[in-house]
């Protein structure tokens, strides 16, 4: 989970109310996509799959006032033969 910043939410809800895009949430939201992905492949690796298939990603705000942002890598891990 990533929490998120009181001042870049601020900025963010201006840029929202002007227009663009928010650059500050896309890094986060990049990172955070990027760490889901690390974890779901260590752990087929760890049981010895050799590729995920189905891998989906799902985000959730969660916590108090939605403060923490929540990012899953789901998918089956398998072990290729031949």
């Given at each position: 989970?990533?929490?998120?910043?009181?001042?870049?939410?601020?900025?963010?809800?201006?840029?929202?109310?002007?227009?663009?895009?928010?650059?500050?949430?896309?890094?986060?939201?990049?990172?955070?996509?990027?760490?889901?992905?690390?974890?779901?492949?260590?752990?087929?690796?760890a049981r010895g799959a050799q590729a995920?298939?189905?891998l989906g990603i799902d985000y959730e705000?969660?916590?108090?006032?939605?403060?923490?942002?929540?990012?899953?890598?789901?998918?089956?891990?398998?072990?290729?033969?031949?």
């Amino acid at each position: 989970m990533v929490g998120a910043n009181i001042v870049r939410d601020m900025f963010a809800s201006v840029r929202d109310v002007v227009g663009g895009r928010s650059g500050s949430y896309e890094k986060v939201l990049a990172s955070a996509r990027e760490a889901a992905l690390e974890a779901i492949e260590a752990d087929a690796a760890a049981r010895g799959a050799q590729a995920i298939i189905g891998l989906g990603i799902d985000y959730e705000v969660v916590g108090d006032k939605g403060s923490m942002l929540m990012v899953v890598a789901t998918g089956t891990a398998v072990k290729l033969s031949g």
